[in-house]
């Protein structure tokens, strides 16, 4: 495959971890267009928790939201208050293992765009865009109302595509999470990042909210590496012959 464009490798100056760590990743991020309950795209669980309410469905503004949240308070009865951090102050927030989630719910929209992303050649061809970067900031939260992770990707390199302000946000539809004694499940399964880990993404469209710094890939155009060495390719693309042999990221930046 042929190398696609200009390689671009970002000044390390303009692109200090330490400075990134020191930010905080954004509580709300609006998208282009509307949506009920004020147009937001991403939404924290830090900024959704609500010291009366337990979460503040009025600013999410999802009905799907609403009831799965409805039917967990009925379930929990007169113990729904029970774990409330203490008068004024909001729920605690905490990631949890599938074992704890009461029910799950899926994305579905047309995050991705179209084309097929079943070989490197497809990725290469239909992406706007090609990053490798490094994951610093990893939240919980909602993305019109479902579960989700808000990735904050420290950008290294461009492979394709204009050059990006760093750092960019990736909404990754996996996430298991309570606030308060309220469980919040995606059903989607994958890599599970942290911070340290390098990411490629294959942005197959343009950002999603107003400030164009976030994305919103499918998960099959997302390639991960964590800090121990392991790569982690998504289905149907770690079955073609030649990705048998990528051990990196930069295995995978090799072939392109």
């Keep these: 495959m042929k190398l696609i464009g ?5 000044p390390t100056a303009l692109l ?13 991020l609006e998208t ?7 147009g937001h795209r991403w939404i924290s669980a830090e900024a959704a928790a609500d010291e009366e309410k337990i979460i503040d469905l009025d600013l ?4 799907t939201l609403r009831g799965r949240v409805e039917k967990q308070r009925r379930a929990l009865g007169d113990r729904f208050p029970a774990e ?12 949890i293992p599938d074992s704890e989630c009461t029910s799950h719910s899926m994305t579905v929209d047309d995050r991705g765009g179209a084309g097929s992303s079943a070989t490197l050649p497809d990725l290469a061809h239909y992406a706007q865009l090609i990053v490798r970067g490094t994951i610093r900031t990893v939240d919980s939260g909602f993305a019109f ?5 808000l990735l904050g990707v420290e950008v290294s390199e461009v492979l394709k595509g204009p050059s990006l302000r760093s750092p960019i946000y990736i909404d990754y539809p996996v996430a298991r999470f309570k606030i308060g004694p309220l469980t919040f499940c995606n059903l989607n399964k994958g890599f599970e990042p942290r911070p340290g880990d390098q ?12 400030k164009e710094i976030l994305y919103a890939p499918r998960l099959d155009q997302i390639l991960f590496q964590s800090q121990g060495g392991d790569v982690f ?24």
């Design 145 to 149: 109302g479902n579960p989700a992770s």
């Design 60 to 63: 999410i503004g999802s009905d």
């Design 84 to 95: 409330k951090s203490g008068a004024g102050e909001k729920p605690l927030v905490a990631t």
């Design 199 to 210: 990411i490629l993404l294959f942005a197959y469209s343009g950002p999603v909210d107003r």
């Design 32 to 38: 282009t267009g509307d949506f009920p309950g004020g």
């Design 6 to 10: 200009r390689f671009f490798a970002l």
């Design 233 to 256: 390719l998504p289905s149907p693309l770690r079955e073609t012959p030649e990705m048998k042999a990528v051990r990196t990221l930069y295995d995978v930046i090799g072939r392109l």
């Design 16 to 28: 200090l971890a330490a400075s990134f760590l020191e930010a905080q990743a954004p509580a709300i």
